[in-house]
Nanobody
Framework: QVQLVESGGGLVQPGGSLRLSCAASGSIFSVGDMAWYRQAPAKQRELVALITSGSSTNYADSVKGRFTISRDNAKNTMYLQMDSLLPEDTAVYYC???????????????WGKGTQVTVSS
């Protein structure tokens, strides 16, 4: 079984920083694209940032220049460095990843259960 586990969320003041991690574990042959999404109360889930297997990145306009996505392929782990946080960044942050559990098998998209980020004074 493959699992994605997020960590690093919490309460931070406006202007502060947090670093989220997303670790994939279990039966993994290869990991493709990985991404962070977020969902604020009463809002739809939205894409925050994406990183390909070749480490190309893409960001939502609302976080460009403030957030940085990265990955460590040796550890099957993805990170989201969040700087200059704003109250509107408050949300549950989810990671997902396209993972091939077995060589030559089918690739599935897995989701983590989320980690809460609250930006408030």
């Amino acid at each position: 079984q493959v699992q994605l586990v997020e960590s690093g969320g919490g309460l931070v003041q406006p202007g502060g920083s947090l670093r989220l991690s997303c670790a994939a574990s279990g039966s993994i042959f290869s990991v493709g694209d990985m991404a962070w999404y977020r969902q604020a109360p009463a809002k739809q889930r939205e894409l925050v940032a994406l990183i390909t297997s070749g480490s190309s990145t893409n960001y939502a306009d609302s976080v460009k220049g403030r957030f940085t996505i990265s990955r460590d392929n040796a550890k099957n782990t993805m990170y989201l460095q969040m700087d200059s946080l704003l109250p509107e960044d408050t949300a549950v942050y989810y990671c997902n990843a396209d993972i091939m559990p077995r060589r030559g098998g089918v690739t599935f998209r897995y989701w983590g259960k989320g980690t809460q980020v609250t930006v408030s004074s």
